[in-house]
């Protein structure tokens, strides 16, 4: 027994010590960067395996061979000796074209054959597909410079700036819970950021790449890349099977992909890793197939959970502005996502997702070492603890905080004055009726008080040489300002029409008030509350009562009365629905991220007669509904259907007018409005309006450079008037017919450099209006528009 027991020990500590522990990195060696799941083997064995989305690697090496073979899609294959217990790093050198240049049969091609069994289980495959998921995330993001090539000149002089930091990093750990169809809700739990105690923005750091590889279209910075492994890639992807790897009983098949030549899509290319176990994407490497003023890569790692669902395990991305600062060092963004504590098919509640997609937990920014600790995937090293050392320091010396706060004030539209906030929407306005008004408004902010905010404004008209001013005291119900009571007062100019719910649509990019010269004087006092239901429902009722003046010649016969000016008593609601749209709360504020289902706009006025001396008894409604929709090969459409209806004959400035934008000094194309009609050419009481609009992106032309986004547009509009003879001293058309335009845009037809991040392209529009009522002058149907806007690409 003994000398058995001894010849086992023997045979034990031989074996062990027979074996071999390699760990080491795979990397690029021109750039140093590492390279995602690079397939390695040792010489003359059978072992086999795929480093890590970091390009990490560790094996037991039972053999006698001593050689490793690594081979990567678009690199040359390289053989690399190694030692027991050492750490090795493998250099591959990229070859000139990164996607074999192939020409196989579309039948006999085998990737194509896996591909097609890829789009067949990817609805099973699919993790947002899962009845419900729960999960926990620790996130790092790096900001840093890269420094290429041997230009030692470095004008800005970033090296010695640096000094062995980042140029800032930030972390987080979130928890986020899933309930198909697409309930989801994310929380910041624990946030550090390099400089920063009290970081805002930490939630945006989860929303840099999608979830998952599975969606139709995979989305970045706004432009929808056709996946592929969508439905019909086939006809305008190449694939190209580069290896099969075995793994136990699993095989793996590693499938290089990039569109087909003189396909004009948004698309990507890259390479699938491919697991025979139900033909799931078990990692991707992608990236945008045209190289723009931002490139983003993306890696993604999944792994089988309770031996049936594959579900990511590993997010990274990386982003790298190709000539900002200036092409020889590029700004990188690196992140890099590990999801632990994966459990699916829970029994969640409906009722227990809040508004917010993503938010930050209170205490998040607060967390100790020991929290740290718990949650790193990975220690920081030398650089990450220096840079948080460093920039912690810089950050409390400059107050990057109070900076911060500037920021969210600027997002609400205001500017902070320590305990006073400018209102910048009410800050240098102009329009045609008032020329420039020069003036401002001020509200107490959160240094004052938290509950409750008093606020007043003053402006004078340099045109029309008038003083405008009002004041306001607003009552904060619920801490996310989703409930407010307010009182105001105002004596100020309304455009005429504006009292419909095109008034919600008044922003900072709504060139349409710019050109507004038909204005009406009230004298308004009125009290309001705003609050939201129902998750997807905002409320805001308010009752008013005015005295309003027309500031043009108008005169108003109503039975045996005549008004040149009126007493208006109302009870208006207006009601937002928003079905499943989604916020990130950021910044101290819900920012929207959007929904796919259609927005409702209802606006609904009552007025009261003899109440608090009010002149008219009527019921106003009105009722919009908008949508954008993305459909893969065709592009993108957007609509907004409007109507209205008032029951009784009203003055000018009660009734439907100034949908129409035409204006030779504003070449702008100004969204929802009829480009070739005057601002107050009709008048209705009733109206129906139709603006349909689709942009076919890059479909149509893509030639290098060259690449114009081609918009086509239709708008259809509808109106009638009871009692025309009742408005006097104005002129005015009715439109009980069908009005009718049409449009075509090119934009990006000329592009400018915008500081080496983008593109500002420069396009031109035009719109015809036709039918019954178009103009005798063939010219005065023609509306030209110019456009602006920002591109990447």
Not at 136 to 157: E, V
Not at 756 to 772: E, K, M, P, Q, S
């Amino acid at each position: 027994m003994k000398h058995t027991f001894c010849f086992l020990l023997c045979l034990i500590l031989t074996r062990s010590y027979g074996q071999e522990f390699i760990r080491g990195t795979v990397v690029d060696k021109e750039t140093k960067l590492p390279l995602a799941f690079a397939n390695l083997s040792v010489k003359n064995t059978d072992i086999t395996f795929i480093c890590d989305v970091n390009g990490k690697f560790s094996f037991v090496n039972h053999s006698q061979s001593n050689i490793l073979i690594c081979t990567y899609v678009g690199f040359k294959k390289a053989e690399c000796i190694f030692h027991k217990n050492e750490t090795i790093v493998i250099e591959l050198e990229p070859v000139l074209n990164d996607l074999k240049e192939v020409v196989i049969n579309a039948a006999d091609n085998p990737a194509n054959g896996i591909i097609e069994k890829v789009i067949v289980f990817k609805e099973k495959n699919n993790p947002e597909n899962v009845k419900s998921f729960q999960y926990s995330c620790y996130n790092k993001i790096i900001y840093d410079y890269n420094f290429l090539g041997n230009d030692k000149t470095d004008s800005l002089q970033l090296r010695q700036k640096l000094r062995g930091t980042h140029f800032f990093m930030m972390e987080s750990v979130t928890e986020r819970k899933f309930m198909k169809p697409n309930l989801s809700e994310e929380v910041v739990i624990g946030t550090k950021v390099s400089g920063f105690k009290n970081p805002s923005f930490a939630s945006i750091a989860t929303d840099f790449q999608p979830f998952s590889f599975y969606n139709d279209n995979i989305k970045f910075f706004n432009i929808n890349y056709l996946n592929p492994i969508s439905k019909g890639s086939l006809k305008k992807y190449k694939f190209h099977l580069e290896e099969t790897v075995m793994r136990e009983k699993d095989t793996i098949y590693i499938i290089s992909f990039k569109p087909k030549a003189n396909k004009n899509f948004d698309g990507l290319k890259g390479v699938l890793y491919i697991n025979s176990k139900k033909f799931a994407v078990q990692n991707v490497v992608a990236s945008p197939a045209e190289k723009g003023k931002i490139d983003i890569k993306i890696q993604q790692k999944y792994s089988l959970q309770d031996n049936e669902y594959w579900f990511p395990e590993q997010l990274n991305f990386s982003i790298q502005f190709n000539h900002f600062p200036n092409e020889h060092t590029p700004m990188v963004i690196d992140g890099k996502s590990y999801i632990s504590q994966v459990k699916l098919n829970l029994p969640l509640d409906k009722n227990g997702f809040g508004l917010q997609s993503v938010r930050l937990d209170e205490a998040s920014a607060s967390k100790d070492s020991l929290f740290w600790k718990k949650y790193r995937v990975e220690p920081l090293n030398t650089v990450d603890q220096k840079t948080y050392r460093v920039m912690d320091s810089i950050g409390q010396k400059k107050n990057f905080d109070s900076y911060l706060s500037i920021v969210e004030k600027i997002l609400q539209g205001k500017y902070p004055l320590k305990c006073l906030d400018v209102d910048l929407s009410k800050t240098l306005l102009y329009n045609r009726y008032e020329g420039l008004r020069i003036g401002s408004g001020f509200y107490t902010n959160e240094r004052i008080s938290r509950k409750f905010s008093l606020g007043a404004f003053l402006g004078y008209g340099v045109k029309d040489k008038a003083l405008k001013y009002g004041g306001e005291f607003i009552f904060r119900l619920l801490k996310n300002n989703e409930g407010q009571l307010g009182i105001h007062y105002q004596n100020n100019l309304i455009e005429t029409g504006s009292y419909s719910n095109r008034s919600a649509e008044d922003n900072f990019l709504n060139f349409r008030r710019f050109i507004g010269y038909q204005y009406d004087a009230i004298n308004e006092i009125g009290v309001s509350i705003h609050f939201r239901s129902f998750k997807y429902i905002l409320w805001d009722l308010r009752f008013n009562q005015s005295k309003t003046t027309p500031k043009y010649s108008y005169e108003f016969i109503f039975g045996n009365q005549s008004f040149t000016h009126y007493n208006n008593s109302t009870v208006k609601l207006d009601l937002r629905f928003a079905y499943r749209e989604k916020f990130v709360n950021s910044f101290h504020q819900n920012i929207s991220t959007g929904t796919k289902n259609p927005i409702v706009f209802v606006s609904f006025s009552k007025g009261f007669k003899d109440f608090f001396k009010g002149d008219f008894d009527y019921t106003k409604i009105e009722l919009a509904v908008e949508q954008s929709l993305y459909t893969r090969n065709i592009g993108a459409t957007r609509y907004r259907v409007e109507t209205g209806y008032v029951n009784k004959s009203l003055p000018y400035g009660l009734l439907f007018t100034g949908e129409g934008s035409h204006d030779k000094n504003m070449l702008l194309i100004m969204k929802n409005t009829f480009q070739t009609m005057l601002p107050y050419e009709f008048l209705s009481d009733r109206y129906v309006n139709l603006f349909l609009s689709h942009n076919f992106g890059g479909l149509v032309f893509k030639r290098n450079k060259f690449q114009p986004v081609l918009w086509w547009h239709n708008n259809i509009g509808w109106g009638a008037l009871s009692h025309e003879a009742f408005h006097k001293l104005i002129e005015f058309k009715t439109k009980d017919k069908m009005y009718l335009e049409t449009g075509v845009e090119f934009d990006n037809l000329i592009k400018i450099n915008y500081f080496n991040l983008a593109d500002i392209g420069f396009g031109v529009g035009g719109y015809y209006r036709y039918g019954y009522y178009s103009n005798p002058e063939f010219k005065d149907n023609i509306a030209l528009r110019f456009t602006a806007n920002i591109s990447i690409k």
